[in-house]
Each structure stands twice: as structure tokens, then as C-alpha cells.
């Protein structure tokens, strides 16, 4: 095995296979190493006064504590790439003191600061995450945390959160923090290996078959080359819509996701013209029968086809309650990878 001369081999605590949903995002990063695909950036407003070098030694136990906050990865010379997670890492803090400027230049200044960590592509060889703490005045500051999407999800985002505010208020007491005893991630990777595949190739393949084509919404669009970044567009709902909808829901008895994945399919219905289509979702990942997985931080999230159909006779509460019921049969083969499901 090839792991490279950068590594010290001392350092070195294991060395395990990616899950699926990571080699779906290092294929995507080795095919274009510019793109922001998957950069992610979460910006925190902090009150109160920031001590930089407990700051960094909270941060520093949260890494200690999840192993893939410590992860790097390799693939050349490789047959399948691997994770290799080390002993010890210290994380990268990036310091920033705009206090010293007028009110309008600090929100300049740290949106460009924003703006230039994203351009500051992760090289995946290296661990993938860091954080700015920026002064914008002597009890404000700004905590911006930028990671490659490889290394966690969003369920994750929250239990880093929650252990770095634990430890820094546990260190600023002058106590000392504890960091919770977790379960291992190649736990999880093989207890994916262990699944029944019979089972779940019956499943999908039952559930997949007839279907007549992809769901493409097609439409002119004028491509630049030169740029691929990711546009976002907002929608605001009124809190009376919200309301209504969140009383629909709980009296049918569905989920919120499965009126909004039905009508969503509706609309790509429309917009195909076609009575059965098929797109993604994301789910969670974390059903396996793992112990305090619900508190392990890594990219958990699969992404799978949900199938709608009906016919002009169709009633909108069928079609939603089957929507429904479909969101709950899938979750017990979550863990199955779109190759897998492709492959069946």
C-alpha cells in the first residue's frame, strides 16, 4: 500500500474504506479539483469576550474526540482509495482582528474573508477542515468553520457544535472537560459490509422495475464555461401557510418530507409529462444497529431514488399517504449505495 511519505506512519491510528457516499464525493473532486461542489461553510455570530487560547484547545478536544476531524484521505497507486485517520492533529485556527476598523469596512472586510476561504479549495491529501475566529469588537466576534462535505453531514454539524460550546464553557471555568467515549467509524463501514445484499437487491429491484426512463426536466440554458459555482435561490412562506401545513400534516399523519417529496413529484409530472417519475433524497444513514451512533460524527447521509406515480384518477391523500409509506419501507435499506441499486 502507497500511503505517501507526508504521513508519519507513527501517527497513524487506522486506516479503513470510505462508505459509499464518500467515493460518490471523491470521484466529484478528482473530476474537477476547482469546483466548490461540497465546500461547506457555517458562519456563527459569537457575544461576549473570546479567549484565542482556549478557543483553540476546545477545538482541539472536539477534533481528539472525532476521529474524522482528523481524517485525510489517499487513492494514487491504490485498488479502492482509503481514509486514513490520525493519532493526534492539530487544528488549523485562522486568526482575523477587525475591531480596529469602522463599522461598514468589518462587514466588508469579513465577507471577503469569506468569500477567499472558498476560493482556498481543501486538498484532500491534507485534513479538510478549519476555523476562523474574527474580532469584529470586543465582545463580537465571527467563527467560521469550513470542511470538506467527505468528512460529516449536517446531523454531524450539530454534535460538533454542541462539544466545542461544552468544552470551551468547561475550560473557561478552569475544569476540566472530559471528552465522551465514542464508537468507532469502521464500526459502521462494517456493519454496512454485513447487510443481507439478497434482501435488498429483491427490495430495489421490485421497486425500480418498469420503470420506463429517467426523470430529465430538459430546457435551454446558456452554460459558462469559465465558472461553476452554485447559485441558491429563497422562497419565505408566510407563518399562516406554515402553520396551515404543519396542521395538515400531523391530522393526515404523514411526515412533512412526504408532502413535500409528493409534491415535488407532481410537479416533475407536470413538467415531463409522465405519470411515474423518480429523483433523490437524502437520508439520514444512521438506522444501523450501532451503539451511540446518534452521537458519532461522520457522512452517515445516503442518497436514493424515491419513486411517485399515479394516474389522473388519483387522489391527492392516496398518492400522499403512499409517498408515505414508501419514505418508511425505504428506511430499512437506507445503506444501500446508488451503484448497488443501479447494478440490481
Known amino acids: ?72 484521505f489517499r487513492w494514487k497507486k491504490l485498488k479502492k482509495p482509503v481514509q486514513i485517520i490520525l493519532k493526534h492533529h492539530e487544528v488549523e485556527i485562522i486568526e482575523r482582528d477587525l475591531s480596529h476598523e469602522d463599522v461598514d469596512m468589518r462587514e466588508e472586510l469579513l ?3 469569506k468569500i477567499n476561504d472558498r476560493k482556498n479549495k481543501f486538498n484532500l491529501e491534507e485534513v479538510p477542515f478549519r476555523v476562523y475566529l474574527c474580532k469584529l469588537d470586543n465582545e463580537k466576534y465571527e467563527m467560521i468553520i469550513s470542511n470538506h462535505h467527505i468528512l460529516y453531514d449536517g446531523w454531524s454539524t450539530g454534535i460538533i457544535l454542541k462539544e466545542f460550546f461544552e468544552g470551551y464553557n468547561t475550560l473557561i471555568e478552569g475544569k476540566t472537560y472530559k471528552n465522551p467515549v465514542k464508537n468507532k467509524l469502521k464500526e459502521f463501514i462494517r456493519l454496512l459490509h454485513k447487510q443481507d445484499t439478497s434482501k435488498k437487491r429483491e427490495f430495489w429491484k421490485k421497486y425500480m422495475e418498469d420503470l420506463e426512463s429517467n426523470t430529465i426536466i430538459s430546457r435551454k440554458i446558456e452554460i459558462n464555461e469559465k465558472s461553476s459555482e452554485v447559485g441558491n435561490i429563497s422562497f419565505k412562506m408566510s407563518d399562516t401557510l406554515v402553520r396551515r401545513v404543519d396542521e395538515f400534516v400531523k391530522e393526515k399523519r404523514i411526515t412533512l418530507a412526504s408532502l413535500l417529496y409528493s409534491t415535488w413529484g407532481i410537479l416533475l409530472q407536470r413538467y415531463t409529462n409522465t405519470d411515474d417519475v423518480v429523483f433523490g433524497i437524502t437520508v439520514s444513514g444512521r438506522n444501523l444497529e450501532l451503539s451511540g451512533i446518534e452521537n458519532m460524527v461522520g457522512l452517515f447521509i445516503n442518497t436514493l431514488p424515491l419513486r411517485v406515480r399515479s394516474t389522473g384518477s388519483t387522489k391527492i391523500i392516496d398518492l400522499l399517504n403512499h409517498v408515505n409509506k414508501t419514505v418508511q419501507e425505504i428506511q430499512e435499506y437506507e445503506n444501500t449505495s446508488l451503484v448497488e441499486i443501479k447494478e440490481f
Do not use: C
Open 1 to 72: 500500500m502507497n500511503i505517501s511519505s507526508k504521513v508519519d506512519k507513527k501517527n497513524i491510528e487506522d486506516i479503513i474504506a470510505l462508505t459509499p457516499m464518500q467515493e460518490g464525493m471523491l470521484f466529484h473532486y478528482l473530476k474537477d479539483q476547482r469546483s466548490n461542489h461540497y465546500f461547506e461553510q457555517l458562519s456563527l455570530e459569537m457575544e461576549g469576550a473570546v479567549d484565542y487560547y482556549t478557543f483553540k484547545e476546545a477545538w482541539n478536544l472536539v477534533v481528539q474526540s472525532n476521529e474524522m476531524l482528523r481524517t485525510l
Open 111 to 113: 465577507s471577503e474573508i
